[in-house]
C-alpha cells in the first residue's frame, strides 16, 4: 500500500492477531497493543484475550474486530440482538449492564485526564437507565424499493431489513411491522413517540402523502407537556431525560433571585422548567423551528425571552451578567466565543450537559483555567448498549 493509501485510511488486506485486551477507549472500541501497533477492536471487552481480524490501519492505529474470544470476561454475555455486529447501531450489547455504567465512567475520567489534563477527576457513578432496552422515542429507518425496511449495514451502502430493534420504544416496532412491505414510504421512515403523552408522529404520513418535515408531536417531561416539531431536537430517551433535567437543575441550584441564561435552549426544556424557581430566563437557540416551539411551549410563562440565534454572536452582547447559566452544545461543543464570553461574564454557577466526553473534557480545561472549580461530573445513560455518554459537568466560580 502507498504512502497516500495510508494516509486515506483505506483498507489493507485484513490479517488475524492474537491480543489481549488492557482497556476501553473512547467510542467503545477495546485496546490493546501487539508488535508495537495501538489496536482498537470491537466487540471486546478489557481482561479478554481474542483474536481479531484488521479492516483498516491509520495514523499509527489499527481497528479491528474480534473474530473468536479465547478467554472471555465475566462481563460477556450473549448479545439478544440478531443484528447484532451487523447493523452497527449497538457497540456494547456483548458486555454486562452493570459493567457498562462502569466503563463509561472510567471513560470520562480518561477523556479528562487525556484531554483535560485534569489530574484528579471528580466523576460520580454512572446514573443507569431503568430501561437497557426499548427505550428509544425515535427511529430513522431506511426504505427500499420491494418495501423492505431496515437499517443501513455497516460499513456498506446496503440494506439490511429488519423485524424489530430491541432498543426500540414498542411503539416504533408496532409501527415498523404495520409498514413493512409499503412501497409509497420514498426512501425512509421516521417515528417519533411522546412516551409519556402516547402521541405518535409517523413521517410520512399514514395517509400516504409524500412530504418532508412538517407536523409535530407531545412529550411530557416532569409533569410539563412540550410541542415538538419534527425537525426539532429532543432527547431520544424520555425516562433519562427527566433524571437528567432534575439532576441539572439540582446541580445548578436556582435561587429565587437569579437570572439564568439556558444556552443552546432547543425547545425550551431546561428554560420552562426553570422559570417558576427563578427571576427570569433568557433562552438562546439557533434552529428557528426549535425557537418556535420554545416560544409556544413557554407562552404562559411571563419571565421567559427567547432570542434566536447563534449562541456565539447572542452570549457576548448579552449586557447583564447571569447568576447562573446552563450550556447544552452538540457533540462539537462550545464555540470559542462561547467560552470566551462565560469566562468574561463570570456566572457564580454554571452547569454544562454534553454528549461527548472528549469535547467535555476541552472545554472544562478552558473554563477551569478561565477562573472556575470543577466540582463534579456526573455520567448519565442516556443511550444502552451503545457507547455513547451523556454528562452533567457542575462548575462553581472560584473565590478570588
Known amino acids: 500500500m502507498s504512502k497516500h493509501q495510508r494516509e486515506r485510511g483505506e483498507r489493507p488486506a485484513p490479517e488475524r492477531i492474537e491480543v489481549t ?92 485526564r487525556r484531554i483535560g489534563k485534569f489530574s484528579e477527576q471528580p466523576v460520580s457513578e454512572t446514573v443507569p437507565a431503568a430501561e437497557p432496552f426499548g427505550y428509544r422515542n425515535h427511529m430513522r429507518f431506511t426504505a427500499g424499493k420491494r418495501g423492505d425496511i431496515g437499517f443501513v449495514r455497516r460499513g456498506t451502502h446496503s440494506l439490511l431489513p429488519i423485524e424489530r430493534c430491541l432498543i426500540a420504544h414498542p411503539v416504533i416496532n408496532d409501527t415498523l411491522e404495520r409498514y413493512q412491505g409499503r412501497t409509497d414510504l420514498g426512501h425512509q421512515l421516521e417515528v417519533r413517540v411522546g412516551v409519556n403523552t402516547g402521541d405518535v408522529l409517523i413521517q410520512p404520513p399514514e395517509s400516504g402523502e409524500k412530504r418532508k418535515g412538517g407536523g409535530s408531536y407531545r412529550e411530557s417531561l416532569l409533569g410539563r407537556v412540550f410541542e415538538i416539531s419534527n425537525a426539532s431536537f429532543f432527547q431520544s430517551n424520555t425516562q433519562q431525560a427527566e433524571l437528567l433535567v432534575e439532576l441539572a437543575i439540582e446541580k445548578l441550584a436556582p435561587r429565587p433571585d437569579d437570572l439564568v441564561v439556558d444556552a443552546y435552549a432547543g425547545v425550551g426544556t431546561f428554560a420552562a422548567l426553570l422559570a417558576p424557581l427563578v427571576r427570569s430566563v433568557i433562552a438562546i437557540e439557533e434552529a428557528p423551528t426549535a425557537v418556535a416551539d420554545a416560544i409556544g411551549n413557554m407562552a404562559d410563562l411571563s419571565n421567559v425571552h427567547c432570542i434566536q440565534g447563534k449562541v456565539e454572536h447572542v452570549l457576548p452582547d448579552l449586557g447583564e451578567r447571569p447568576d447562573a447559566l446552563i450550556l447544552d452544545p452538540p457533540r462539537l461543543g462550545c464555540h470559542p466565543d462561547v467560552l470566551d464570553a462565560v469566562i468574561e461574564y463570570r456566572p457564580p454557577r454554571l452547569v454544562y450537559v454534553s454528549c461527548d466526553p472528549a469535547t467535555l473534557a476541552r472545554d472544562l480545561r478552558i473554563l477551569v483555567d478561565g477562573g472556575y472549580e470543577l466540582l463534579d461530573v456526573t455520567p448519565l445513560d442516556m443511550f444502552p448498549q451503545t457507547f455513547h455518554i451523556e454528562c452533567v459537568a457542575t462548575l462553581r466560580l472560584r473565590e478570588e
Do not use: N
Not at 23 to 46: Q, S
Not at 50 to 63: F, I, L, P
Not at 95 to 107: A, M, T
Open 21 to 112: 485486551f488492557t482497556d476501553m477507549a473512547y467510542e467503545g472500541h477495546a485496546l490493546a497493543r501487539h508488535d508495537d501497533r495501538v489496536i482498537f477492536a470491537e466487540y471486546g471487552i478489557p481482561g479478554e484475550r481474542a483474536t481479531v481480524e484488521t479492516y483498516r490501519k491509520r495514523s499509527g492505529v489499527t481497528h479491528a474486530r474480534v473474530v473468536e474470544v479465547h478467554d472471555a470476561s465475566p462481563d460477556r454475555v450473549e448479545a439478544p440482538c440478531p443484528y447484532f455486529g451487523i447493523c452497527g447501531g449497538c457497540q456494547w450489547q456483548h458486555i454486562h449492564y452493570e459493567r457498562q455504567l462502569e466503563l463509561k465512567r472510567h471513560v470520562v475520567r480518561e477523556q479528562l
